[in-house]
């Protein structure tokens, strides 16, 4: 990615991997299936049951924020080095 269109911060893509995951995990635990084509708030609905679809996303944006973590904490920016002494 060229630098111009990488985030600022490193952890960009672990907070949102996470918050997305969070949402998908509870919404389907609790039983609210997001919409299709419609925003997601608009559109869904509650269902009887867990919406397992819903939390097997989930749980894949957690897998892939804690790889997104792994990236970003060896992000050369979150390390600078020490100067040359000359």
Do not use: E
């Amino acid at each position: 990615m060229p630098v111009s269109m990488r985030p600022s911060n490193p952890f960009f893509g672990v907070f949102t991997f996470t918050l997305a995951g969070l949402f998908f995990f509870v919404t389907g635990a609790i039983g609210w299936k997001t919409g299709n084509h419609n925003p997601i708030f608009i559109g869904g609905r509650w269902v009887d049951g867990v919406i397992w679809s819903q939390v097997g996303i989930g749980l894949a944006c957690f897998a892939v924020a804690a790889v997104a973590y792994l990236f970003a904490s060896r992000d050369p920016r979150l390390h600078p080095r020490p100067p040359h002494a000359p």
